[in-house]
């Protein structure tokens, strides 16, 4: 009877498992895999008389604390204390000290290396291979302001001791004042070697090193947008839903639930405003004029020649989308230029944008 008795909660416990189907486990989603953790900042390096500080401050509390009466003292005496002790230290001891602090250096300038290369992939792989990236050919007023005759006619024309910052002004006043003849030699060379450099950026751009600083650019924008959504996502709360989901789940309003919350709403603006005191119209400080809601800032001017040789190789709303880029329309570059690297970039926007800024 007794042992009937202990057995049936274990008959009781199988016939529910019976009931139920055996669990299985899977493998977690890709998905939802939890992703890299981001890389944390290195702690900074610390001098030696914070190693020293660090070293000294519990023994010199206590000898404060020994010293008082009630055993109070200021935290300022602490320091005073420290660093009075710091000043008689011997040069054979405080070099233990430097020795320490040039070590965590040491630490801290590797520790960062590793940081900005784990942060920032894409910029370690520009410093990686920049002696294989092409350098940007020089403009024909570069090149112009860069020529030494020039400079020491500019020299001549002004004060003996006149510094570089003059010199550059006169020059650049004789470049804008010069007649084609005299711009043409600098404008050939600039032009040829423009030429040399969209052939080398093309070469550059089929190498395995380009591919992969494209990929890591892409890993990086992605890695970006995906914080930007956590972010957005914990400062407002779980993202709306949408679509039918979002519809069943709303409750619907009647015209008469609708007409009344207007009322409320506009019964409490009401009572609002009359809590608020009158403005005083006569002391009140000039009203500031109304800014336009949007500040486009303008693209670059096309040629309208240019614009007609990208329609006839099917770029135009490429070039249009390129000469748009704040960052091109900052730069000093041409119309010219953007149609040859958008030839450069097969018609690609963003490469060609990298190319023109030498990125």
Same mark, same amino acid.
């Given at each position: 009877r007794f042992l009937a008795q202990a057995l049936r909660p274990l008959a009781r416990l199988s016939a529910a498992c019976s009931h139920h189907p055996p669990c299985t486990m899977t493998a977690p989603d890709a998905k939802s895999a939890p992703s890299a953790p981001e890389p944390q900042k290195p702690k900074r390096a610390q001098s030696a008389y914070f190693l020293f500080t660090n070293a000294m401050r519990e023994e010199?509390?206590?000898?404060? %604390?020994?010293?008082?009466?009630?055993?109070?003292?200021?935290?300022? +005496?602490?320091? %005073?204390?420290?660093?009075?002790?710091?000043?008689?230290?011997?040069?054979?001891?405080?070099?233990?000290?430097? +020795?320490?602090?040039?070590?965590?250096?040491?630490?801290?300038?590797?520790?960062?290396?590793?940081?900005?290369?784990?942060? +920032?992939?894409?910029?370690?792989?520009?410093? %990686?291979?920049?002696?294989?990236?092409? %350098?940007?050919?020089?403009?024909?007023?570069?090149?112009f302001l860069q020529d030494a005759a020039v400079r020491e006619k500019a020299a001549k024309e002004l004060k003996p001791d006149a510094g570089a910052k003059e010199v550059d002004a006169k020059v650049r006043e004789m470049w804008k004042a010069a007649g084609e003849e005299e711009r043409k030699p600098y404008e050939e060379q600039a032009a040829k070697e423009k030429a040399e450099f969209f052939k080398q950026q093309t070469a550059w751009q089929a190498t395995p090193e380009f591919a992969e600083i494209e990929k890591a650019e892409k890993e990086q924008e992605e890695r970006e947008k995906e914080q930007g959504t956590e972010e957005k996502v914990q400062e407002g709360g779980a993202p709306k839903k949408k679509g039918k989901k979002a519809a069943e789940e709303t409750p619907t309003k009647t015209a008469a639930d609708a007409k009344k919350d207007a009322s409320a709403t506009k019964a409490a603006s009401k009572a609002k405003a009359a809590k608020r005191p009158a403005p005083d119209k006569e002391n009140a400080p000039p009203a500031e004029p109304k800014r336009s809601k949007k500040s486009v800032a303008p693209g670059l001017l096309l040629d309208a020649a240019v614009v007609a040789e990208a329609a006839k190789l099917s770029m135009e709303p490429a070039l249009r989308n390129l000469a748009n880029r704040p960052e091109i329309a900052a730069s000093s570059r041409t119309s010219a230029d953007l149609l040859d690297a958008l030839r450069a970039s097969g018609g690609l926007v963003n490469p060609a944008k990298r190319a023109l800024l030498g990125l």
């Open positions: 010199v509390t206590k000898g404060l %604390k020994e010293k008082s009466e009630e055993g109070k003292f200021k935290f300022g +005496d602490v320091a %005073k204390e420290i660093s009075s002790r710091w000043s008689s230290l011997p040069e054979s001891e405080k070099k233990v000290y430097e +020795d320490k602090a040039a070590a965590d250096k040491q630490r801290f300038e590797e520790e960062f290396r590793v940081y900005q290369e784990a942060s +920032d992939m894409a910029g370690a792989l520009r410093k %990686k291979y920049a002696h294989l990236m092409p %350098k940007r050919a020089a403009t024909a007023a570069a090149r």
